[in-house]
């Protein structure tokens, strides 16, 4: 049964740092492209970065130089590093595989001072 767990989220100040993990399991990690997603209160999901099996990432204009994905595939775990939070990175995170798969319940980040 696929399932993805995102974990790591919690309220920080302004400049601060914060790194999200992912556990997937029920299907074949390795081999997918793998995306960190974002939800903010009344906006649409957007995709935030994602990391190809060959180890590209891309990255939304809006965290370029800020966040970091990586993944561990021994471990079936994508994690994304976010440093310099804004107040505008407050949304709810989800990781999926792409194409897309079953949705997760996501981890709240909320940067506030």
């Known amino acids: 049964q696929l399932q993805l767990v995102e974990s790591g989220g919690r309220l920080v100040q302004p400049g601060g740092s914060l790194r999200l993990s992912c556990a997937a399991s029920?299907?074949?990690?390795?081999?997918?492209?793998l995306a960190w997603y974002r939800q903010a209160p009344g906006k649409q999901r957007e995709r935030v970065a994602d990391l190809a099996t060959d180890g590209r990432p891309w990255y939304a204009d809006f965290v370029k130089g800020r966040f970091t994905i990586s993944r561990v595939n021994a471990w079936n775990t994508l994690y994304l590093q976010m440093n310099n939070l804004k107040p505008e990175d407050t949304a709810v995170y989800y990781c999926?595989?792409?194409?897309?798969?079953?949705w997760g319940q996501g981890t709240q980040v909320t940067v506030s001072s």
């Open positions: 029920g299907f074949t990690f390795s081999t997918y492209t």
């Open positions: 999926n595989r792409i194409p897309n798969a079953i």
